[in-house]
């Protein structure tokens, strides 16, 4: 079936240093894209999004990419914290309904101090 | 503060005992979700509802019921026809239509023991 994955499941990255997270999907009608941040013992918060019609958007210290070409999504996240310790998983969908969205398993990043 | 409450924190119980999960929002979302989250897997839709007094199946309905008899409650319950119900569980809720973000709660861990 479709599947959403994580080229890594594990990413270590310095304390102000940017960080890449990648993400491959595989259903090519999916049009809407999602990256979450999950704390320990927390619940997911939105990151931020991005449609299939763009192939860059940009939030406070983070970017998403999105490539259609070779279905490949990345979250770069600049100047990193130790509050962005967390997983972080994407997820994508079609059409306008949230209960289409499909999940990845998610990566855990540290920021080494 | 708006935002979704989701409780207890952890929860224990017994093979063959029915136990139900609180999930309460206040940000005046119509659409609201329940999924579970299990290790190495990304979540994972369980029901979902987009309007008072109506809920739709999601991808593992089997072992759990709903209830939406008011907007701002959605509560779960984990039949003991579920065969593996130790996990965590989180609920959602969104505004309708247009990908709008989903808002999740801390979740509940269920451990059945």
């Known amino acids: 079936g479709e599947s959403v994955g994580l080229h890594l499941p594990t990413l270590s990255v310095q304390e102000g240093d940017n960080s890449i997270i990648n993400c491959a999907y595989s259903?090519?009608?999916?049009?809407?894209f999602i990256w979450y941040k999950q704390e320990s013992g927390k619940g997911p918060q939105f990151i931020i999004d991005?449609?299939?019609n763009m192939d860059k958007r940009q939030g406070q210290r983070v970017t998403v990419l999105l490539n259609k070409t070779v279905k490949h999504l990345s979250l770069q996240i600049a100047a990193t914290q130790p509050g962005d310790s967390a997983v972080y998983f994407c997820?994508?969908?079609w059409g306008f309904g949230n209960e289409k969205l499909t999940f990845g398993t998610g990566t855990r990043l540290t920021i080494i101090p | 503060d708006g935002g979704i409450t989701q409780s207890p924190k952890y929860l224990f119980r017994k093979e063959g005992q029915n136990v139900t999960l609180s999930c309460e929002q206040n940000l005046n979302h119509d659409a609201m979700y329940w999924y579970r989250q299990d290790p190495g897997q990304g979540l994972r839709l369980i029901y979902y509802?987009?309007?008072?007094?109506?809920?739709q199946k999601g991808d593992i309905a089997e072992g759990y019921s709903v209830s939406r008899e008011k907007k701002e409650s959605f509560p779960l319950t984990v039949t003991s026809a579920q065969k593996n119900p130790t996990a965590f569980y989180l609920c959602a809720s969104s505004r309708q239509g247009n990908n709008s973000p989903l808002h999740f709660g801390n979740g509940t861990r269920l451990t059945v023991t």
């Open positions: 991005i449609r299939s």
């Open positions: 259903n090519s009608a999916s049009d809407y």
């Open positions: 997820a994508e969908g």
């Open positions: 509802s987009q309007i008072v007094n109506d809920f």
